[in-house]
C-alpha cells in the first residue's frame, strides 16, 4: 500500500508569491494534518482536517490556509511568501481524527523563499 | 499548553551499545500520548513508538523502549543495540488524547543521534 504522499519534493518561490502544496493520505485515512518544520526545529502544527471539515489550527497567520477535498487529499496554501516560511512542510494521516491511532508522515515539501 | 523538552541536541554512541535520549513534557491535561519519531536525513518522519499517559507498563518496539515515569514527567527513549542505521535525528512529542482532540502533535527541538562504528 502506497503511504502518505506529497507533492512537489522541493519548490522554490520569491517574496509576495503565493505556493500551493498537495497531500495524499494513505487509502482509507480520513484525517489529514499539516506541519512546517523550520531548519533546526522540530515540526510546528498548521492544521488538522477530518471529513473535509477544518479540525484545528495552529498559531500561524491568516496567510496559511487549507481545504480537504472528497477524496481526503488536501492542499496547503501559502500567500505573500516571506523569507521567513522557508521550511519542510509536512503531511500527514491517520484514520481517525480522535483517539490514539497512529499518525504517519509523507516526506514533506521543502519550499525555498527567496 | 502542552511542551516538550530534549535538553540534548547531540548524542553519539558506539555501534552495539544502547543509547537514552532525553525528553521532559509538561501538560495540565490528565490524559494524553506520547511519541517517539526518527527523522533521517532524507526528511520524512517515522513513527517508532508510543506511551499512553495511563499506560502502567513501558512501550516496547523491538529494539526500542520508552522509558516513561510519570511523576517526573519525563519520557526517555532507550534504543538497544546501536546500529549505523540509528543515526537521525530523534524527535519527542505529545498530544492529548480522547475524544476528538488529539488532532495535534507538539515537538521537542530533537536529539543528533550518531552512531559510530
Known amino acids: 500500500d502506497a503511504g502518505v504522499t506529497q507533492s512537489p519534493t522541493h519548490l522554490i518561490k520569491t517574496r509576495g508569491q503565493h505556493v500551493t502544496l498537495r497531500c495524499s493520505p494513505i487509502?482509507?485515512?480520513?484525517?489529514v494534518s499539516w506541519y512546517q518544520q523550520v531548519l533546526g526545529q522540530g515540526p510546528q502544527f498548521i492544521f488538522q482536517?477530518?471529513?473535509?471539515?477544518?479540525?484545528g489550527r495552529g498559531n500561524f497567520p491568516d496567510r496559511f490556509s487549507a481545504r480537504q477535498f472528497p477524496n481526503y487529499s488536501s492542499e496547503l496554501n501559502v500567500n505573500a511568501l516571506l523569507l521567513g516560511d522557508s521550511a519542510l512542510y509536512l503531511c500527514?494521516?491517520?484514520?481517525?481524527?480522535?483517539?490514539?491511532?497512529?499518525?504517519?508522515f509523507g516526506p514533506g515539501t521543502r519550499l525555498t523563499v527567496l | 499548553a502542552q511542551k516538550i523538552t530534549q535538553t540534548q541536541p547531540g548524542m553519539f554512541v558506539q555501534e552495539k551499545e544502547a543509547v537514552t535520549l532525553d525528553c521532559t513534557y509538561d501538560?495540565?491535561?490528565?490524559?494524553?500520548?506520547l511519541f517517539w519519531y526518527k527523522q533521517p536525513s532524507s526528511g520524512e518522519m517515522i513513527f517508532l513508538i508510543y506511551?499512553?499517559?495511563?499506560?502502567?507498563q513501558n512501550a516496547t518496539e523491538g529494539r526500542y523502549s520508552l522509558n516513561f515515569q510519570k511523576a517526573r514527567k519525563s519520557a526517555n527513549l532507550v534504543i538497544s543495540a546501536s546500529q549505523l542505521g540509528d543515526s537521525a535525528m530523534y524527535f519527542c512529542?505529545?498530544?492529548?488524547?480522547?475524544?476528538?482532540?488529539?488532532?495535534?502533535?507538539?515537538f521537542g527541538k530533537g536529539t543528533l543521534l550518531t552512531v559510530n562504528p
Open positions: 500527514a494521516s491517520r484514520a481517525r481524527a480522535g483517539g490514539y491511532n497512529e499518525q504517519f
Open positions: 487509502s482509507g485515512h480520513k484525517s
Open positions: 482536517y477530518y471529513e473535509k471539515e477544518e479540525r
Open positions: 501538560t495540565s491535561d490528565q490524559s494524553y500520548g
Open positions: 506511551q499512553g499517559s495511563y499506560d502502567e
Open positions: 512529542a505529545m498530544s492529548p488524547s480522547g475524544g476528538g482532540s488529539n488532532y495535534k502533535l507538539t
